[in-house]
């Protein structure tokens, strides 16, 4: 099954989140989900695997709920 693909505008939408703190977590934070590219210039189209994504948003919450306890 082929993953349904958001753009790194979608992204940041989804996230509320600006473009500069996306690619920081990109960069800073391992259990964030990696980027994939559909080509193999430098101006491929990035994307973000929806379901990834998801998984990553709610683990995140898990873990801000378990400090807050």
């Known amino acids: 099954m ?14 509320s989140i600006k473009r500069n ?3 920081e977590l990109t960069l800073k934070d391992p259990s ?4 994939y590219k559909t080509g193999d210039s430098r101006q491929a ?7 990834d994504l998801v998984n990553w948003h709610n683990s995140h919450k898990q873990s801000l709920a ?3 306890a």
């Open 66 to 68: 378990a400090l807050k």
């Open 32 to 35: 964030f989900p990696k980027p």
């Open 21 to 23: 703190a996306l690619r």
């Open 2 to 15: 082929q993953p349904i693909r958001v753009t790194y505008n979608q992204t940041c939408e989804l996230l």
């Open 45 to 51: 189209a990035v994307y973000f695997d929806y379901q």
